[in-house]
Structures are given as structure tokens and as C-alpha cells.
């Protein structure tokens, strides 16, 4: 079965949509980022002829023979969410985990965040520019409202030393220009990017600041509507291995990210409106500057 993507795209753009095509069909993330880089450089790049803006815009089609079950689960749309929102009966409590199964669960906003910053990752590590570039795209059309709020810190030692910053969009960016090394072509591209984080967005989802103790846990409590997807993304200073943990009102785990990185990501979808506690664990023996964001 043939599979036709249209993507009205900058080359960077065009560069997450094949990746993502690829990631569709189970491709991991730096096969499928040397894969999408392969195909774009020899059949792609030829025809770019750099006229300052540095950009290919149009039109490109590309049709791939693709297994069609993937694509067709990926271009599904989203279950409409119940008129009225789950809660629990009058005069009861909730019982079991107040999380749906996983299958039917499709990416938000915050989900194109956390990739973007996996993808920084991955274009560090390869000293690829045009992912970079292609990162900071997805991560600047993420749009973020900045709030307080409270928190609960337990164990650790004091949040002392060197002020640090997390990885933002700003950083990214650098890297990126790091990496061109004075390409013009790519140097327009970052400058795209940067003209487009800067045209500014009201609202957007909730981004808080803040740090974790070294060896320490934060605790925010967040309520999340039932039968509408919850996501929540962290992204650290880099210094630190960090682990989130989100736990419901009963004390039921409905997920976590604990992998070896400061760059996290949860997403669930509940099964009736509630609380949930979040939890945020330094396993380092320094400070972790981080921003921690929710739909």
C-alpha cells in the first residue's frame, strides 16, 4: 500500500516529517534520524538553490510504500471526549488506577516538545546540524504560558552552587549555530526558526521553573480532567540523572519516566477528574535546574 504525506515545510520541517513517516514504522530514533537525513541529502538537496532566505518552501510529496495498519492508526483521529466528564458517584471514592489503558492514547503538544528535545540529543551526539535545527522547529511551535506554582521538597542537600539554567529553546538554537559552522543556508534556517518563536503566543501550556535538590524529590499536585489526555513534560540542566514519578489520589503509579536522562516525559489519559501527585527525583549529587510543564 502507497502512503502519500503532504508537508508544506522548510527543509527542517521537512526533515521531522520524514523522521516522524519513519518512526511510524518502528524505525528508532537515530535510524530513523540517519534514514530521513540519507533520503533528503540525495534526493532532496540538489534541488536547493540558496537565494538568502536559505529556505525550500512548496509542496513535496512523498509517497512511500508503507505499511498502511501503522499510518492509518497514526492519521486516525482523536476520540471525541464524552459530553459530560467522569466523576466519581456521590458519597463514594474512586477505586483502581485512575488512568484508561494506553492503546487509543495519541500525542499532544507536550508530546512534540519532548520529542524535539530528544531529538537535540540525538543531533549533539551525531554533530548534525539539520536535526538540531529540526529539533528547535518542533519545540518553538510549542506554544508555553509561564506559572506559579507550589511545591513540596523532600530529602536532599541544599540547591547550592553555580547558577544554572535548563536546556530552553535559546540553547538549542546555539547548538544549532555551533553545528552550521557559518553555513549560510543553515544559519537562515536557525534564523527562521528564531523569527518564529519570536511572533509570540497568548497562552499556551503551563511551564514552571525551578530546581531540585541534589539526591531530592519535588512534589507538585496537578488535577487533570477525566476522559481528556494528560501530559507533562521535564526537562533539566543536564547535569543530573531525573525521574518522574505521577501517582493518582488513591496512590495508584499511572506513570513514570525513569530512564537515564534529565528530559522527561508522562502522558495518560484519566479515568474521571482528580488529583495526582508528581513527583520529581534527583539521583545526582548536584542541583538540577529544571522546567516542568502540564497541559
Known sequence: MTAIFICNVTLSGLYLCVIGVLRGRGLPGPR??????KLIMSHFMHHIVPAGLGRLVGTVVLGLALAGPALAQ???????????VPAAPAGTAP??????????????????????????????????????????????SV??????????????????GADKKPLDLTAVLAGARTLAQ?????????AD???????????????????????????????????EVAEIAVVGDGDTDLNL?????????VCKDDDFTDRLFCRWTPRWTGAFRIQIVNRGSVYNAYVIVNN
Do not use: W
Open 32 to 37: 530513523a534520524v540517519a534514514t530521513a537525513r
Open 74 to 84: 497514526q492519521a486516525a483521529p482523536a476520540p471525541a471526549a464524552p459530553a459530560t
Open 143 to 160: 506554544p508555553l504560558a509561564d506559572r506559579q506554582r507550589e511545591k513540596v521538597e523532600s530529602g536532599g542537600t541544599d540547591a547550592t
Open 245 to 253: 514519578y505521577v501517582y493518582d489520589e488513591n496512590g495508584n503509579q
Open 182 to 190: 557559518g553555513n549560510k543556508t543553515l544559519l537562515a534556517m536557525i
Open 193 to 227: 526558526v528564531e523569527a518564529t518563536a519570536s511572533r509570540g503566543r497568548v497562552g499556551g501550556s503551563a511551564r514552571s521553573s525551578t530546581r531540585v535538590r541534589a539526591g531530592g524529590t519535588d512534589t507538585f499536585t496537578e488535577r487533570f480532567r477525566g476522559q
Open 95 to 140: 477505586t483502581g488506577a485512575n488512568a484508561e489503558a494506553k492503546s487509543g492514547v495519541s500525542r499532544g503538544v507536550l508530546g512534540d516538545l519532548a520529542l524535539g528535545y530528544q531529538l537535540y540529543g540525538i543531533g549533539q551526539e551525531s554533530k548534525d546540524p539539520l536535526v538540531v535545527i529540526a529539533a528547535a522547529r518542533l519545540i518553538a
